[in-house]
């Protein structure tokens, strides 16, 4: 049998969340619950391939510092980025 299903109570596992952000957008994802955030210090440690995170969230002001490192996510954890929407 092929396909999935959606589970109602997940798998259990909680994800590590990363956002690109800088001064109060920072501050609104540390409230909101961010493992990590920052701007040019995660870029190096993404970089660098140390990436102990399963998902990116990037603000609108971070994009071209995102894009720079684009590919370097995307062949390390192509699952992590979808298909960008701004909200």
């Not at 589970?7 to 609104?28: M, Q």
């Not at 210090?41 to 609108?60: C, N, Q, R, W, Y």
């Amino acid at each position: 049998i092929r396909g999935s299903a959606a589970l109602p109570n997940g798998t259990g596992k909680t994800l590590r969340i990363a956002v690109f952000a800088e001064g109060d957008e920072a501050s609104e994802a540390k409230e909101a619950g961010a493992d990590k955030i920052g701007m040019d210090d995660l870029a190096e440690e993404v970089k660098s391939g140390k990436m102990d995170f399963d998902m990116v969230i990037a603000t609108p002001s971070s994009m071209k510092l995102v894009g720079q490192i684009g590919k370097i996510l995307c062949l390390n954890k192509p699952d992590m980025i979808n298909n960008i929407k701004i909200v």
